[in-house]
């Protein structure tokens, strides 16, 4: 079982940017497929970013063309970087692995979540 470590949230302007990092161990890192998903404060938890092993993304719609999600295989990190942050980007960020199976967006189909992290975007 892998276990993940977010950190990188914060306070931030509308605008602005951050980036979250979610730190994993205990499985062979480079081939855990890593999702990041967020929930705000009376919300369903929401798919933002997915990642295989390399270097291509996918992305939910609200957050395509502004978030990025990247790894370091070498340091067992996945990297989440927020540019253009709006209020609704306000919420509680969680990295996840991926077990076997499902769809890359549905909640479901991770295994291992991380503590999460707060994002606020102020206006």
């Known amino acids: 079982q892998v276990q993940l470590v977010e950190s990188g949230g914060g306070l931030v302007q509308a605008g602005g940017s951050l980036r979250l990092s979610c730190e994993a161990s205990?499985?062979?890192?480079?081939?855990?497929?890593m999702g990041w998903f967020r929930q705000a404060p009376g919300k369903e938890r929401e798919f933002v970013a997915f990642?295989?092993?390399?270097?291509?993304?996918y992305y939910a719609g609200s957050v395509k063309g502004r978030f990025t999600i990247s790894r370091d295989n070498a340091k067992n990190t996945v990297y989440l970087q927020m540019n253009s942050l709006k209020p609704e980007d306000t919420a509680v960020y969680y990295c996840?692995?991926?077990?076997?199976?499902?769809?890359?967006?549905?909640?479901?189909?991770?295994?291992?979540w991380g503590q999460g992290t707060q994002v606020t975007v102020s206006t």
């Open positions: 996840a692995a991926r077990g076997p199976g499902g769809f890359y967006y549905d909640v479901t189909s991770y295994n291992a």
């Open positions: 205990g499985r062979t890192f480079s081939s855990v497929p």
């Open positions: 990642s295989w092993s390399g270097s291509t993304g």
